[in-house]
């Protein structure tokens, strides 16, 4: 088998994000056999679709699920956010979902462990987003910080343990800190960027799946730091501050304009990896395309969600990508 990789409608991400953490343990249980149950019907797709991976990308997930539902009533979905590392090395990789959210590539790991198990992960890039780095509404004396402020305080070896070691100017607290699980993609890709080696990182912090305690925890704590999704930001942003991230031109605030730009330091990509194998089942192959033909919606992506959307060229290199998945999918 040949391998393609690397290289209701009124639902906003409001109603999501408030009950992103609300995710149960039965969609998790629906994830421990593969196949997927239903059946395709000529006139009307029907079906089960499982989808785990990351809490960045289900926002949007979510999105796109609702309107596939409002013209496909009889398929249903059941997604899990396990985080992009814990849904690849726990449920897909093992066949157990037909998709999986991913807020960075597939690590050479996972794709070994795909492997084994007869799964093939097809990469499709669906949006951009910016890692915000938040704080407190009333931490007034900070705006903008560097990578290598950031890395004083997220390194694994002597880290900064008030905001005073980082800079003598800021107060002599001691910085409670929030951020991604080490399950999560966001993790993986935040410690990369800022200390240079995926999974390199402090571990007395506050890691979580759940975004919104993030927030909430930054926002209860005026010594408080977190990092998270561009999206979760930009639906709380009365009740944190997002700070500037400095690069070569000054300090660049998060935003879509400048994610989509590049201008922002943290912009990244976002993906969702269907299984090829799944691809031969309409249901799935269908709500790939839609997705991917959705990817270019400023309604859908950016005003709905909070993601950067795709532009027309990258929608047809992955609708190409995605179509001759399918076709070998069907051929074997």
Not at 128 to 135: E, H, K, L, N, W
Not at 169 to 185: F, K, Y
Not at 197 to 226: C, P
Request: glycine share 8%; charged share 25%; proline share 4%.
């Amino acid at each position: 088998m040949a391998r393609h990789q690397f290289g209701s409608s009124s639902r906003t991400r409001r109603s999501f994000l408030a009950g992103a953490s609300a995710v149960g343990a039965a969609a998790l249980a629906g994830c421990t056999q593969s196949g997927g149950g239903g059946s395709d019907d000529e006139d009307e797709l029907s079906g089960e679709i499982k989808i785990t991976g990351s809490s960045t990308v289900a926002p949007l997930s979510s999105r796109m699920q609702n309107e596939f539902k409002d013209e496909h009533s009889e398929v249903t979905f059941s997604p899990s956010t396990t985080g992009t590392g814990g849904g690849f090395s726990n449920h897909f990789c093992k066949g157990n979902s037909m998709l999986n959210n991913a807020s960075r590539p597939i690590t050479e790991a996972e794709q070994d462990q795909c492997a084994g198990n007869d799964v093939e992960p097809v990469e499709l890039e669906v949006a951009r987003d910016a890692v915000t780095v938040v704080v407190n509404t009333d931490a007034d004396w900070i705006d903008c910080i560097t990578f290598d402020e950031l890395a004083q305080i997220w390194r694994p070896d002597d880290p900064a343990e008030t905001w005073q070691d980082v800079n003598s100017e800021w107060p002599d607290e001691e910085i409670t800190l929030w951020g991604a699980a080490d399950t999560s993609g966001t993790y993986d890709y935040f410690t990369e960027t800022i200390v240079g080696e995926a999974g390199a990182s402090r571990h007395d912090y506050s890691g979580t799946e759940k975004d919104n305690q993030i927030i909430a925890g930054v926002q209860e704590d005026q010594y408080a730091l977190g990092y998270l999704g561009y999206a979760y930001y930009d639906e709380n942003r009365d009740s944190v501050k997002a700070l500037s991230i400095e690069s070569d031109s000054g300090c660049v605030e998060p935003s879509l304009a400048n994610a989509k730009s590049n201008d922002y330091p943290l912009a990244r990509p976002l993906f969702t990896y269907p299984d090829q194998n799944h691809l031969s089942k309409d249901r799935v192959a269908e709500f790939c395309r839609f997705w991917l033909e959705n990817s270019t919606s400023d309604q859908l992506v950016a005003e709905d969600v909070g993601y950067v959307p795709n532009n027309e060229e990258t929608k047809e290199t992955m609708l190409d990508r995605l179509d001759a998945a399918i076709e070998d999918a069907n051929a074997d």
